[in-house]
């Protein structure tokens, strides 16, 4: 089971390491995360640099991509070359936005018709990009899936985890994150934003 983040020059650190992190949580034989980009190495928008740990073309045939955000996604949807190389399809894989990750969703064509959730810089790009945006952290509809803000990356990230391992894995890859003294309080506050966009059997890639 491979799980890429797409990680692009100028990335959000919380948005593309939240996720790789308590994705991470599942220690079992196959389970892979990796960080994607298009170049061997790409710098944050805080200046940390990370090597990447799959390519653009690996993505498009990953059981499930994140596509994370940074400070140049607008740049990076108007590079034609590069978005050419982004061939994700929902009808074989778990997608996931992040923040100004959904930005790039709406610029491929893959939230027409769907509402979503992204951060409140990235809002108008979206609703400019025919996309109607929600006021609320994390929605999901068939094997899309979209959050908005920073920390509601864990939500995601359970969203993958509870699609593919169940609901009892996303449950406990977010009691290890949570802070100590609130743990059961944060697993359930959660786990009651993604539940209802859960569907009653896990989901099994058909990507070959």
Avoid at 69 to 88: F, K, N, Y
Avoid at 192 to 199: A, D, E, F, V
């Amino acid at each position: 089971m491979h799980i890429a983040i797409l990680t692009f020059e100028g990335f959000n650190e919380l948005d593309s390491l939240i996720a790789f992190g308590v994705l991470n949580r599942i220690k079992k034989p196959g389970w892979r995360v990796s960080i994607t980009s298009p170049a061997a190495q790409v710098r944050s928008m805080n200046g940390v640099a990370l090597e990447a740990q799959a390519s653009l073309r690996e993505a498009s045939t990953a059981d499930a991509v994140i596509v994370g955000s940074g400070v140049r996604t607008r740049e990076i949807v108007a590079d034609e070359a590069l978005m050419a190389q982004l061939q994700l399809d929902p009808s074989k894989q778990l997608l996931g936005a992040q923040c100004s990750g959904t930005l790039v969703l709406a610029k491929l064509g893959l939230l027409d018709g769907v509402p979503a959730c992204t951060d409140l810089t990235t809002k108008p790009w979206v609703e400019e990009a025919g996309v109607d945006v929600l006021n609320q952290p994390f929605f999901a509809r068939g094997n899309v899936a979209t959050a908005g803000g920073c920390l509601a990356s864990p939500y995601l990230a359970a969203w993958i985890i509870a699609r593919l391992e169940g609901t009892e894995a996303a449950a406990s890859a977010l009691h290890y994150v949570a802070p100590v003294g609130e743990k059961e309080d944060y697993v359930a506050r959660a786990m009651r934003n993604i539940t209802p966009y859960l569907t009653e059997t896990r989901y099994f890639s058909s990507v070959e």
